[in-house]
């Protein structure tokens, strides 16, 4: 059984950063690619940003492409997600999941596994 659990959120001002957390647990980490993806109030939870397990290869959306940057600690089960230049545009529930990401394309699990989440909020 695959445990997440996302932290680190906040609410900010238009310009400021914050670094959100996940810990992993249950299986072998350091063997999953890891994601995040967002929730913004009345929509679709959407693609944010992957990381390869072995290569460190990532991929971003266009929206965070630049701003944004995905790390990894497998040492300490941990995926990062830097966020800088933040705008009210990114206000949501951030939440990391496990998954595959190939020729720049990630695809959750399945079964799918989310954490509870943690809220950003920028104001303008």
């Known amino acids: 059984q695959v445990r997440l659990e996302e932290s680190g959120g906040g609410s900010v001002q238009a310009g400021a950063s914050l670094r959100l957390s996940c810990t992993f647990s249950?299986?072998?980490?350091?063997?999953?690619?890891l994601g995040w993806f967002r929730r913004a109030p009345g929509k679709e939870r959407e693609f944010v940003a992957a990381?390869?397990?072995?290569?460190?290869?990532?991929t971003y959306s266009d929206s965070v492409k630049a701003r944004f940057a995905i790390s990894r600690d497998n040492a300490k089960n941990m995926v990062y997600l830097q966020m800088n230049s933040l705008k009210p545009d990114d206000t949501g529930v951030y939440y990391c999941?496990?998954?595959?990401?190939?020729?720049?394309?990630?695809?959750?699990?399945?079964?799918?596994?989310w954490g509870q989440g943690t809220q950003v909020t920028v104001s303008s």
């Open positions: 999941t496990v998954g595959s990401l190939s020729a720049g394309r990630f695809i959750p699990s399945s079964p799918r596994y």
């Open positions: 249950g299986r072998a980490f350091s063997r999953y690619d």
């Open positions: 990381i390869h397990w072995s290569t460190g290869g990532t």
